[in-house]
């Protein structure tokens, strides 16, 4: 059964501090890894997707790295602004299998970024 | 182009009613995937749903069920409700069903079972 795990559940920088989320699955079968922003009460924006073949994506600020055969995935924001304080969640979606069509998500870090 | 649209924004039920909650895909999009993010348990798999037919299910009681309509909308449905049922339910929609597309979320239907 896969198992998602995010690291640190959650973290207060100040503002314009470059700063790491980190995550890890324990099935390497995967198809692809999405990281996710989530305001409070609302749904999920989807920030950047990684493809199992790939070993990073970059938008903006934001570039997340995969590493499929550790099993692990960072998040990286550059000068992070009061506005990036959100959680973070991170998913991963199955090669196939009983699993196949879903994302398993991590629990997510809460971000604060603090003027 | 329209986002995935859910309604309604809040619903409250009391204990052992039925809750009926919608979703319109985005345009183009034939899949659709419902979640259920509760207090403390994180995002869950509920639901896929392709081209009309249910394509796999999460570790659900049989009370959660759901179709999939011509248009590719969506209900789901949550019979005999219970406390721990309270959750946003989040709908996800993405062009082909399966690992390789990306899914896109709505703003999820807030359940609150009293």
């Known amino acids: 059964k896969q198992e998602v795990t995010q690291i640190p559940a959650a973290l207060s920088v100040p503002e314009g501090e470059n700063l790491v989320l980190n995550c890890s699955f324990t099935?390497?079968?995967?198809?692809?890894l999405q990281w996710f922003r989530q305001d409070p009460g609302k749904g999920l924006t989807s920030l950047l997707l990684?493809?199992?073949?790939?070993r990073e994506q970059t938008s903006g600020r934001l570039n997340a790295s995969l590493d499929k055969s550790s099993g692990r995935s960072t998040l990286y924001i550059a000068a992070s602004q009061p506005g990036d304080s959100a959680t973070y969640l991170c998913?991963?979606?199955?090669?196939?299998?009983?699993?196949?069509?879903?994302?398993?998500f991590g629990q997510g870090t809460i971000l604060t970024v603090h003027p | 182009e329209a986002g995935v649209t859910q309604s309604p924004t809040h619903l409250i039920k009391t204990r052992g009613q039925q809750a009926t909650l919608r979703c319109s895909p985005i345009?183009?999009?034939?899949?659709v995937y419902w979640y259920q993010q509760a207090l403390g348990l994180g995002l869950q798999f509920l639901l896929w749903?392709?081209?009309?037919?249910?394509?796999n299910r999460g570790n659900f009681p049989p009370r959660f069920s759901g179709r999939q309509f011509p248009n590719y909308s969506s209900e789901l449905n949550v019979n005999a409700l219970e406390l721990e049922d309270s959750a946003l339910y989040l709908c996800?929609?993405?062009?082909?069903?399966?690992?390789?597309?990306?899914?896109?979320f709505g703003p999820g239907t807030r359940l609150l079972v009293l």
């Open positions: 996800a929609s993405s062009r082909s069903g399966g690992a390789r597309e990306t899914q896109y």
């Open positions: 099935d390497s079968a995967i198809y692809n």
């Open positions: 990684i493809q199992s073949s790939q």
């Open positions: 998913a991963v979606s199955h090669a196939g299998g009983t699993s196949y069509g879903k994302l398993t």
């Open positions: 345009s183009g999009h034939t899949s």
């Open positions: 749903y392709d081209e009309g037919e249910e394509r």
